[in-house]
């Protein structure tokens, strides 16, 4: 292997390290707006949906 070649491996081990990390964030933003959003969400359904899932987890919301 060439110093370049090895350098290359590195530089792409770290992207996609990189891009696990703004995966992850992302999945945390969407799972916290499901949770704690919609939780507070104006329309009766809508609350309850995000009601039943928080117990279905054992998540006290109250």
Do not use: E
Not at 23 to 32: K, Q
Not at 34 to 43: D, I, K, N, T
């Amino acid at each position: 292997m060439t110093a370049r070649s090895i350098n290359a491996a590195t530089s792409s081990a770290s992207r996609s390290a990189a891009q696990t990390a703004v995966a992850a964030f992302a999945a945390i933003l969407l799972g916290s707006f499901l949770l704690y959003g919609v939780g507070f969400a104006q329309p009766q359904q809508i609350h309850d949906a995000a009601h039943d899932a928080r117990h279905s987890f054992a998540f006290p919301c109250h």
